[in-house]
């Protein structure tokens, strides 16, 4: 069992940034992939970002590439997400997810591949 936990969301005007982290308790931290995803309201949860379990491959869906990075600290447990020239449509909850399979590659995509989910943190971009 792993457990997420996020925390920085906020609420900033568009062009700001702002760095979320997830830190993971529970489990080899090593041992996960690790992604972002999204969820606006009425809208179906979206992938973001994904990271493998070194931290040398990343994953990014086409609509954040270039303002969002994924990284990671294996040391303290901690994968970040840091979102730069923020727009009205990143407005979303946040979730962590841990993925157990795929942990040499940054390539889950969808919301089933991971296996443990944080509860969340929202992000709020005002015009």
């Known amino acids: 069992q792993v457990q997420l936990v996020e925390s920085g969301g906020g609420l900033v005007q568009a062009g700001g940034s702002l760095r979320l982290s997830c830190v993971a308790s529970g489990r080899t931290f090593s041992n996960y992939a690790m992604g972002w995803f999204r969820q606006a309201p009425g809208k179906e949860r979206e992938f973001v970002a994904a990271i493998n379990w070194s931290g040398t491959s990343t994953n990014y869906a086409d609509s954040v590439k270039g303002r969002f990075t994924i990284s990671r600290d294996n040391a303290k447990n901690t994968v970040y997400l840091q979102m730069n020239s923020l727009k009205p449509e990143d407005t979303a909850v946040y979730s962590c997810?841990?993925?157990?399979?795929?942990?040499?590659?940054?390539?889950?995509?969808?919301?089933?591949?991971?296996?443990?989910w944080g509860q969340g943190t929202q992000v709020t971009i005002s015009s």
């Open positions: 997810a841990a993925d157990r399979i795929r942990i040499n590659s940054a390539t889950g995509e969808s919301a089933g591949e991971y296996d443990y």
